[in-house]
């Protein structure tokens, strides 16, 4: 069964330091892996994914993620946090396998402070 | 260029009604899936539609229902709703041109309120 987990339920940064946000998965198969944000009352973004090929991926706004298999791991990074930042992160996940599905964490609540 | 568009906005119904929720896909997308994102949590899939068909459906009952029309277009009905169905429902979108691990675009959603 595919499964994500987002273990950090918020994540806080002061503006112009890094900010990781982390991600971990299960699926049998190889991954296609996503993140998206969310604003308050807004539907999600996209933000990357990682499909095959160059383990570091970069998206939208500065983000990137590296896919790591051995540690099944696809944690979100930036190397410098703007406070327009904050925001809801998820990780998804859907497996190559012919199924359809695309399984979300739980989310990460990121606040960038001032 | 339009991006996925879900109607209503809001919605407020009572236990015991039915709700039909409506969705216009990205342009160019021909799949449209439905997520149910209750308060405080990830996205949950409730099924995909293509080619007019549910290609696949996530752990929900029979009384969440779709339909996908000629033009790519989607509905998802309720019936007897539950206070539990109260979350925002979001509608996402792709194309299958073009190889595997597309990317789903999503709709601001529609928020249901159960009372």
């Known amino acids: 069964a595919q499964s994500v987990a987002q273990p950090e339920d918020q994540v806080n940064v002061a503006e112009g330091n890094p900010l990781t946000v982390k991600c971990t998965y299960s699926?049998?198969?190889?991954?296609?892996l996503f993140w998206y944000v969310q604003y308050p009352n807004r539907g999600l973004q996209f933000l990357l994914k990682?499909?095959?090929?160059?383990?570091l991926v970069k998206g939208s706004y500065g983000f990137e993620a590296e896919f790591n298999k051995s540690q099944t791991s696809f944690h979100l990074k930036k190397p410098s946090a703007l406070v327009s930042d904050s925001a809801l992160y998820f990780c998804?996940?859907?497996?190559?396998?012919?199924?359809?599905?695309?399984?979300f964490g739980a989310g990460t609540r990121l606040f960038v402070k001032a | 260029d339009a991006g996925v568009t879900q109607s209503p906005t809001h919605l407020i119904k009572t236990r015991g009604q039915q709700v039909t929720l409506r969705c216009s896909p990205k342009?160019?997308?021909?799949?449209v899936s439905w997520y149910q994102q209750a308060l405080g949590q990830g996205p949950q899939f409730i099924f995909q539609?293509?080619?007019?068909?549910?290609?696949q459906r996530g752990n929900f009952p029979d009384r969440f229902s779709g339909h996908q029309f000629p033009n790519y277009s989607s509905e998802l009905n309720v019936n007897a709703l539950l206070l539990g169905d109260s979350a925002l429902y979001l509608c996402?979108?792709?194309?299958?041109?073009?190889?595997?691990?597309?990317?789903?675009?999503f709709g601001p959603g529609t928020r249901l309120l159960v009372l």
């Open positions: 699926v049998s198969g190889n991954p296609y």
């Open positions: 342009s160019g997308h021909d799949t």
């Open positions: 996402a979108s792709k194309g299958t041109s073009g190889g595997a691990g597309k990317t789903q675009y």
């Open positions: 539609y293509y080619e007019e068909e549910e290609r």
């Open positions: 990682y499909i095959t090929g160059d383990n």
């Open positions: 998804a996940v859907r497996a190559d396998t012919g199924g359809f599905k695309t399984i």
